[in-house]
């Protein structure tokens, strides 16, 4: 009666753990571990298809204006990109809310060309930018919503964890509406038929491979553009300081690793998931089953062989949750891991009671 007791008692504490903000944090950060081992010692092969254009610090110094005024270098490297014949572009910065034809007359001109050429090229998404007070969506000047229409928006958020990591993402986003796409949903629905969201795969390909802004203005090299950017997949964000997100693995492959990004990467290994199938949540079943067998552990006779188990069974989850993970099923095991420790430490009292 007291070890069935104990059992019992035990599995449903790791159970009602397990159902806590604490836990889920612990599990997020055994996630980041998970995702680490995978990138180093069994990443996961993914097409080549997604290229960056960022904006950072020597293109902002090169075109000499204010950001609101960039439409001249915006439209014009739309256009040679565009013109490299790329399966799709994605604009992950904020367009202009208003004319500034009273600032410097023609200036509206160039970027409506540049988002014309992309938009005849073929898929073409800007990002909608969230107002943090209104929670309403800015405004994008008519003439350039015009051009890019309704299939050519989608929201920039990226979703945050309790403790600021982006781990996970959306093809779509609940609005009072219905539900709105964002970035990566609707440039994954324009290029593919299957398309689906939960865990950003960041064991999924290689790090990302990145062009300054400012080359794509200089060169003059068609065929360079060419080979950069034909049939593949073109993301054109900012990729400064400022625009930064804690990730778990940093792919951005201009960078020496690190625990932040620029948000355009993260787009950008949404959209690589969101095509190739994103990583789902283990069912509770499956959780509520690994609760139970690391609950058994209180059975054992010695307490002292019971900390070697729980021990040794601690690093046999974390495997089997890397191995799961890389399977395309994430499974939480932090509650398991502290109910194996638990369990070893009750198996000395329950010893007493035979």
């Keep these: 009666m007291g070890k069935g007791f104990a059992l019992a008692a035990i599995a449903l504490a790791g159970f009602l753990f397990s159902l806590t903000p604490f836990a889920e944090r612990l599990d997020d950060a055994m996630l980041d571990v998970e995702w680490a081992l995978l990138r180093k010692f069994a990443p996961k092969p ?3 298809e997604i290229i960056i254009v960022g904006v950072d610090d020597a293109s902002a110094r090169s075109i000499g204006l204010p950001p609101g005024l960039w439409h001249e270098p915006v439209g014009r490297a739309l ?4 013109a490299a014949r790329p ?3 994605g604009i992950d910065f904020a367009l202009p809310e208003r004319s500034y034809e009273s600032f410097h007359a023609g200036l509206d001109r160039p970027l409506i060309e540049g988002l014309v050429a992309a938009r005849r090229n073929g898929a073409l998404v800007a990002s909608l930018t969230i107002d943090s007070r209104t929670r309403a969506a800015r405004t994008i000047h008519a003439p350039f919503l015009a051009v ?8 920039g958020l990226l979703g945050r964890d309790a403790d600021g990591a982006t781990r996970r993402f959306s093809l779509a986003i609940p609005t009072e ?7 990566a949903g609707r440039l994954c629905r324009a290029l593919s038929k299957s398309c689906s969201d939960g865990l950003i795969d960041y064991a999924a390909g290689a790090p990302f491979r990145y062009v300054p802004l400012r080359d794509v203005l200089a060169t003059r090299d068609e065929q360079f553009l060419s080979k950069l950017f034909r049939e593949r997949i073109v993301l054109v964000g900012d ?3 400022a625009d930064r997100v804690a990730v778990p693995v940093n792919l ?9 990004t620029p948000g355009v990467v993260v787009h950008a290994q949404s959209l690589r998931t969101a095509l190739a199938g994103a990583p789902v949540e283990a069912a509770r079943p499956i959780s509520v089953l690994v609760l139970t067998l690391a609950a058994l552990l209180v059975l054992m006779k010695d307490w002292r062989l019971a900390l070697v188990t729980a021990a040794l069974g601690t690093v046999a989850f974390v495997a089997v ?3 799961s993970l890389r399977s395309g099923v994430h499974i939480g095991v932090t509650a398991a891991i502290l109910t194996l420790f638990a369990s070893a430490v009750a198996s000395r009292w329950v010893a007493r009671l035979r």
């Design 79 to 82: 256009e040679r990109i565009a």
């Design 177 to 183: 509406d219905g539900a709105y796409p964002t970035l």
């Design 148 to 155: 890019l229409g309704e299939q050519g928006l989608g929201i």
């Design 46 to 48: 993914a097409p080549d």
């Design 252 to 260: 951005a492959g201009w960078e020496d690793g690190g625990r932040v």
């Design 239 to 241: 990729v400064r300081a």
């Design 87 to 89: 399966r799709a572009i």
């Design 321 to 323: 949750a890397t191995f």
